[in-house]
């Protein structure tokens, strides 16, 4: 919490400091209305005339793959959507009781895969930055964000940054997120803290052009393993009103997930000037290491008056602590040539080796558990773009070429009619190297040492998006062969005895979603629905038909527009279906066949308002739970969040 905090306070005085040096003064031109309008902000320089001002577009965020979007302070239903821990709509998926834990996946097509393998521990990674996560920006003035919002019990959370242009060729980000929520329950601790740089530069010729990021990330969580009795919940005993009278299977475990990124993507053009035909070479860099760590001092837990324990018998009588070490270097080569007619051709090699490890090499009776895994996998590929006009595609095909067989066929096309109107449509077919902890993990626990030698899984994908000034729709169908999942040995329901393994039918995966919101006078009614179905012989992929997200809300304007209000409620709701469970061990969700969970709704009650570039939010989140009884869980032994009232903003400083 110091590091927290006194990073906060750096990047404030930092952010005012620059402000006071450059005597700049913020002129904000927007108009607000009740749809959500693309923001409109300018800065005047005081030494300058009032009409030299740098617009909205002066003030980009930049992706990965070169999309450009603007720094936009409107507060509309989507901004109450993304405010949360994770900065984004979390529509299909379910978060734990405490913030910061992991989620259940309720749309799984939110799961996205990369061909190559990643370490696992997948439950951890929710909040853990990829390098698909990292913007790059282009400011005409100093800009500071800061995110706050109240958590459970005992702590906040935080998301600072700021950006500066110390020219127009050179930008660099600072930013930080940090969280800890001590929660309800026994032993449920959440501290975490992300840390990330950029910078950008090009030169003046506009011939070479480089984006860095580096990121800093630990994540802790305590790991209760669940209530030993879940009647004493859904009984609503009110002796139980006290979460911390509810008994758990662990009252001092850990785990811990620790990362460190070092990434390089930069292009240099070569010839000298920018002409109809230009020729490129391109080179990106990624040098990653991981750390897994799952502490369990107390072996046995306490049921009753019985002594169980929760994932079996142990080579340790106390002091459990299973490490899991991973780091990865990926380059990738290529060369690009362009016209501005056709489009764009790149050619490309890509070199990803990986170590995946522990420090010892285990004899047991049912064979030897090696202390790693190493691979170097090579591939080649090659990629077209196409933008112009109303048709913007990309299609890329990669295959290996090292012993390690790996191939990816990637294509998306978008047709944008007009403004209000387009289409996109993707499809994908992948063969993906199992990730790292299917294939090998080693612990103290006796029943969770494996090695495996699994086949890829095949994922063939076809997408198709409509977003019309009528409604919103997306259509998914996809095929998987070979998939990969965790699931329960144990016959006894108070022990997790999780392995892997790979299902060897094809399972057939549907999905439909749609948007739509309805506007009358000053109220609004926002609804999306997902609908979901599964072809497959035996229960292995388990998702909810139904998933649905309502919001009604009233917004207007007071005090001569300076304040600018949105109240109303969202219901979320998803049908009952077998919820996957959560190991601690492996940091896994599981399948289970033996309890529904769902058919619960969750409303929320939030007052939103915004006052110039501020964003204000108090919002009574499942305020309901008492009115519809204690059938609310995320997992078998995993309550779903009580009423809560969580206050916050999101304040942007312009200088």
């Known amino acids: 919490m110091k590091k927290l905090l006194f990073t906060f306070f750096l990047l404030v005085s930092f952010s005012i400091n620059f402000a006071q040096g450059k005597k700049k003064i913020l002129e904000n031109k927007r108009e607000y209305s009740n ?63 405490n913030e910061g834990q992991t989620y259940a996946i309720l749309d799984y097509g939110l799961k996205k895969k990369s061909s190559f393998p990643e370490i696992g521990f997948s439950g951890k990674h929710f909040n853990y930055l990829g390098v698909n996560d990292i913007n790059y920006y282009s400011v005409a003035t100093p800009i500071t964000e800061l995110y706050f919002k109240t958590t459970m019990q005992q702590g906040q959370s935080l998301d600072a940054l700021i950006t500066v242009n110390t020219s127009e060729r050179f930008n660099f980000s600072v930013a930080f997120k940090g969280l800890r929520s001590l929660g309800r329950y026994i032993n449920q601790l959440t501290s975490a803290g992300n840390f990330r740089f950029t910078s950008s530069y090009n030169t003046l010729n506009k011939r070479y052009y480089l984006n860095f990021h ?8 305590g790991e209760n393993g669940g209530l030993t009795n879940v009647i004493d919940f859904t009984s609503e005993n009110p002796d139980f009103d006290n979460r911390e009278r509810l008994e758990v299977y662990l009252r001092d475990a850990e785990s811990f997930l620790k990362g ?58 106390s ?40 420090d010892r090499v285990l ?10 895994i190493s691979q170097e996998i090579n591939t080649i590929g090659g ?84 977003k019309t000034q009528w409604i919103t729709a997306s259509l998914e169908v996809s095929s998987l062969n070979d998939h990969l999942f965790f699931s ?20 057939n995966y549907l999905s439909i979603k749609a948007s739509r919101e309805f506007k009358w006078w000053k109220l609004a009614l926002d609804n999306t629905i997902l609908y979901q179905q599964v072809d497959q012989e035996d229960d292995v992929l388990n998702v909810p038909q139904i998933v649905t997200r309502n919001s009604l809300y009233f917004t207007d304007y007071f005090f001569k527009k300076a304040l600018f209000l949105q109240t109303g409620f969202t219901v979320n709701y998803f049908s009952k279906y077998y919820i996957n469970d959560y190991n601690p061990v492996i940091a896994e969700a599981f399948v289970q066949n033996d309890l529904k969970v769902g058919n619960f709704p969750m409303i929320d009650f939030f007052i939103n308002a915004r006052i110039r570039q501020t964003r204000i939010f108090l919002k009574a989140e499942h305020f309901n739970s008492k009115m519809t009884g204690n059938n609310f869980l995320t997992a078998p032994n995993y309550p779903y969040r009580d009423f809560t009232i969580r206050f916050g903003l999101i304040w942007n400083f312009f200088q």
């Open 35 to 97: 749809e959500e309008k693309k923001s409109s902000t300018s800065v005047t320089k005081s030494n300058q005339s009032s009409s030299d001002k740098a617009s909205i577009d002066k003030y980009r965020i930049i992706s990965i793959q070169k999309d450009t979007t603007y720094v936009d302070t409107s507060l509309t239903i989507q901004k109450d959507y993304k405010w949360n821990y994770l900065r984004k709509d979390i529509f299909g998926l379910l978060p734990f009781a």
């Open 214 to 221: 580096f990121t800093g990330q630990d994540l802790l969580n």
């Open 260 to 317: 460190k990124r070092y990434f390089i993507d930069h292009s240099f053009r070569i010839n000298s000037k920018d002409s109809e035909n230009n020729l490129y070479a391109t080179h990106q860099f990624n040098y990653e290491t991981k750390f897994f760590e799952y502490k369990q001092p107390t072996i046995a837990s306490t049921v009753g008056n019985t002594s169980v324990k929760r994932f079996g018998d142990a080579y340790v009588t």
């Open 319 to 358: 002091g459990l602590k299973d490490q899991t070490r991973f780091n990865r270097m990926y380059n990738k080569v290529g060369a690009i040539y362009e016209n501005k007619t056709l489009g764009k051709f790149q050619f490309f090699a890509e070199d990803f080796r990986y170590n995946y490890y522990y």
């Open 363 to 372: 004899i047991l009776e049912s064979g030897v558990i090696p202390s790693k």
């Open 383 to 466: 990629q077209y773009e196409y933008r112009k006009n109303k048709w913007n595609g990309v299609f890329t095909v990669s295959n290996s070429i090292s012993k390690q067989p790996m191939s990816n066929i990637d294509a998306k096309l978008n047709y944008k009619l007009n403004d209000k109107n387009e289409f996109t449509f993707n499809y994908q077919l992948m063969s993906k190297i199992p990730d790292a902890s299917f294939n090998l993990y080693q612990s103290d626990f006796i029943n969770y040492n494996w090695s495996n030698n699994f086949d890829n899984e095949k994922i063939n994908s076809f997408g198709a998006t409509a």
């Open 488 to 507: 329960n040995d144990s016959t006894d329901g108070q022990q997790q005895l999780i392995t892997p393994k790979q299902y060897d039918k094809t399972i």
